[in-house]
């Protein structure tokens, strides 16, 4: 009985690992196949020795910057739908840092100040001079508080949608789970095995709404099987702690100008999570000269849902707020 056992464990095993092997070859012959629709679209720049992208449409005084959140792996296009709204009378950049969109992959250590370097020279060596006003969506909070936080001066504005604060990942550090999650992910992307749950990939509702066109979509596609939860995405989150732990140590940018959108679903409005994050919102913005909270109905990735409510908030914020106050100190 002991030899049957052996032998059927042998026998799925081996089944197994050349189901990988006919995965991982069916990927890489995809991976090679889709290259064909991935005609840049921005500008490539040299940081570091790798080339960063970033995308410029529009014209105006202000420069809005969209950072995408983690795991967004075509920002240009998942973010199009918000941006496009800015564009009409403002000038945006749509920053893709390493690993993300059109970006090479840098498979460094993703270090806070490394990050920031690289998002400062790539902006200005496509021609977006500073001030701006930065517009994260989740992690990338930490990137652009901690900005706020080293060079003020840079910094107009920051329109921070339904963002990560330092201060609550430092206080929920990944445990042994999470980490070897986050380690399991990245090898099985590397594996291809991403190709068979097409819904894990890229945001279904980009694809459902009409920002993109069909050859779009399908570029959008083929990004995300490219880049997803590669060594950078992998490195970005492991490291969340001690980047947000670096900003935490340093003052809060008071003078900073900060309108804080919070997303809240319907379904979890009374949630522990969510009165939790609401809370620390309003902690934060107690100590921000001028900040604003505001909530919009919607799930985590609140750009594609809600952008005219957005482009309103943030315009109503930066005129009101930001540049009356500007005007009457001259």
């Given at each position: 009985?002991?030899?049957?056992?052996?032998?059927?464990?042998?026998?799925?095993?081996?089944?197994l690992l050349i189901g990988l092997v006919g995965i991982f070859s069916y990927h890489r012959y995809q991976l090679h196949m889709e290259s064909e629709l991935l005609d840049n679209k921005g500008t490539l720049v040299e940081v570091d020795h790798q080339k960063i992208n970033v995308y410029t449409e529009g014209n105006g005084q202000d420069t809005y910057v969209f950072i995408a959140g983690s795991g967004v792996a075509a920002p240009i296009y998942e973010m199009k739908g918000l941006y496009s709204k800015f564009s009409q009378q403002h000038k945006i950049a749509v920053i893709e840092r390493a690993g993300y969109g059109y970006s090479d992959v840098s498979k460094d250590e993703?270090?806070?100040?490394?990050?920031?370097?690289q998002t400062r020279e790539a902006l200005l060596k496509s021609g977006n001079k500073p001030p701006y006003i930065l517009v994260p969506h989740s992690i990338s909070g930490v990137e652009a508080i901690y900005w706020a936080q080293k060079?003020?001066?840079e910094i107009k504005g920051i329109i921070a949608l339904d963002i990560g604060l330092p201060s609550q990942y430092v206080e929920h550090k990944m445990g042994a789970v999470d980490y070897w999650t986050v380690k399991g992910m990245n090898l099985l992307t590397k594996l291809g095995v991403h190709r068979l749950t097409p819904s894990k990939v890229y945001n279904q509702q980009v694809i459902k709404q009409s920002f993109l066109n069909e050859k779009e979509k399908e570029i959008y596609k083929a990004l995300s099987y490219k880049q997803l939860f590669n060594d950078d995405m992998k490195n970005e989150l492991l490291h969340v702690y001690e980047n947000s732990l670096k900003s935490e140590e340093l003052p809060k940018p008071k003078d900073t100008p900060i309108l804080l959108i919070d997303a809240i679903a319907e379904q979890n409005k009374d949630s522990k999570f969510t009165k939790y994050h609401s809370q620390k919102y309003a902690e934060f913005a107690e100590q921000i000269s001028i900040a604003d909270v505001k909530v919009l109905s919607g799930t985590h990735s609140i750009y594609l849902y809600k952008p005219d409510e957005i482009y309103k908030l943030a315009i109503e914020f930066m005129k009101t707020k930001v540049d009356n106050k500007e005007r009457s100190r001259e």
């Open positions: 009985m002991k030899k049957l056992f052996k032998k059927i464990g042998i026998f799925f095993i081996a089944v993703r270090a806070i100040d490394t990050m920031l370097a060079y003020p001066e």
